[in-house]
């Protein structure tokens, strides 16, 4: 599993020339997964900070039942046409048993030959999809990052996906993000319940079927998620 990431994410590719533009207005969007080869990708987001910082998380679950997490960080800004671009610099990939498990950092890489932009979405208008941006963004290694659907995820607090495979009748397991990375402390009231565990953007709430996708605010401080 972890040669496919490496390969893509790693391989050797062209020096990009440096980014055009201002940087990228903070956000928080929900983005349709990247596709690659575990069994179950089930959610991604992409996450812009002040300074044009961002990054892209993935969720996914190997065959052998355990969650693989991806980490691109790198750089967001606007120009040449697009209301948002990212390049990547540095790839984590990172390894949960379970959702309340310690995470083990299982390898760190280079990506700083890939790029992507997104433009307007004909389907949605407060939507953005990746494509290449121009002959310099569109290296074959970028593609498994074009195609992909933006969904902004407006207001603050928490934003996560339902993660089935650990959520039964006794516990219901969410993995998400905050625009600005604060902590979500347990025992905070949620329409699904209230938090009994949080731990790496996993949100376990009290027993019940629960929605597919959650949101609730959060205090105003806090710390990281990740």
Not at 57 to 78: F, T
Not at 86 to 112: H, I, M, N
Not at 148 to 170: E, N
């Amino acid at each position: 599993m972890l040669a496919f990431w490496a390969v893509r994410c790693s391989a050797p590719g062209p020096v990009l020339a440096p980014a055009q533009g201002e940087f990228a207005p903070p956000g928080l969007y929900s983005m349709q997964v990247l596709d690659h080869r575990f069994r179950e990708n089930i959610a991604a987001y992409v996450r812009v900070q002040d300074q044009g910082s961002a990054e892209i998380w993935q969720l996914s679950r190997a065959r052998d039942g355990k969650l693989r997490l991806l980490q691109m960080q790198g750089q967001a800004y606007r120009g040449s046409g697009f209301p948002l671009a990212f390049r990547p610099s540095k790839c984590f990939y990172y390894a949960k048993d379970t959702p309340e498990a310690d995470r083990v950092p299982l390898e760190v890489f280079t990506c700083d030959h890939l790029a992507v932009a997104f433009s307007r979405s004909p389907a949605c208008s407060d939507c953005l999809v990746s494509v290449a941006s121009d002959t310099e963004m569109g290296a074959e290694d970028s593609a498994f990052l074009y195609g992909k659907t933006l969904i902004p995820v407006t207001g603050s607090g928490y934003h996560g996906k339902k993660v089935d495979a650990y959520s039964d009748h006794t516990q219901v397991w969410y993995w998400g993000l905050t625009p600005n990375g604060e902590q979500v402390a347990t025992g905070l009231q949620t329409p699904a319940g209230k938090v009994r565990t949080a731990v790496d953007g996993f949100v376990q709430v009290a027993p019940g079927p629960g929605p597919e996708t959650i949101r609730f605010r959060l205090p105003e401080t806090g710390a990281d998620l990740f």
